[in-house]
């Protein structure tokens, strides 16, 4: 009955997605704000508006939908733009977050992993984390990764890692690092342990039920309200 959150980062080609992969094969709720992040700028929703009002419409595809690549390169080279973007889609994809983890609060998980890779760049969320998860690897394997994945020269993935903080500075701030710079069974067997220290937490019981009573709680009062206007 207990549930709390486990913020889970790491670095651009540090290897997450792989961890990802290992906690949905055993049953964990993770929520993907990357995912949802491509989702809210869809031409149906509001800060799909907002970016095309404040960035043009030569940011968009033929069939009307954003360029990724083409906005990626635009806030990459300037900072403010960067954050001016942050601030149209992030109160965008919280909201979106908060919906899943109610989903999942109802369906009585245990705890909810929020794959975010900009947790600790941001550090607007980690308050709301009981724990905190990096996916590490050493600089050098992470460069030849990214080098091979996006087929970037040295110099273009070079400042691209560095556009984010370290990750030997993000291992200070985790309560649990995994490091990805091995085999995939070494990482494999770091996840299973991981999983078995979070399923036997029993943090956050009290906040649960204390949850649980206010919404039982606020329930009650629409009952009640409704009860009295319409007798």
Not at 197 to 203: F, H, I, N, P
């Amino acid at each position: 009955s207990a549930m709390f959150l486990v913020g889970l980062t790491g670095g651009i080609a540090s290897g997450k997605s792989t961890v990802v992969a290992v906690l949905r094969e055993l049953g964990c709720a993770v929520i993907d704000a990357d995912a949802i992040a491509r989702e809210v700028v869809q031409p149906r929703f509001k800060a799909y508006r907002q970016i095309v009002h404040y960035f043009g419409t030569e940011i968009l595809l033929e069939n009307g939908e954003i360029n990724r690549e083409a906005l990626g390169n635009i806030i990459f080279s300037h900072p403010e733009k960067r954050q001016l973007l942050n601030s149209i889609t992030h109160p965008e994809i919280q909201k979106e977050m908060l919906k899943q983890i109610l989903k999942y609060f109802v369906l009585g998980y245990r705890y909810v992993i929020l794959d975010i890779p900009l947790l600790f760049e941001t550090n607007r969320l980690t308050k709301f984390m009981k724990y905190t998860v990096l996916v590490y690897c050493d600089l050098p394997t992470q460069l030849s990764r990214l080098m091979k994945r996006n087929r970037l020269a040295q110099a273009e993935a070079e400042a691209r890692i560095a556009s984010q903080l370290p990750l030997d500075k993000k291992c200070k701030l985790a309560s649990h690092v995994i490091d990805n710079s091995g085999d995939r069974e070494s990482t494999r067997w770091q996840v299973l342990r991981l999983h078995a220290r979070l399923e036997d937490s029993l943090d956050f019981l009290w906040a649960r039920l204390a949850a649980g009573t206010a919404v039982a709680g606020l329930a009650g009062l629409v009952y009640l309200l409704l009860w009295h206007f319409s007798s």
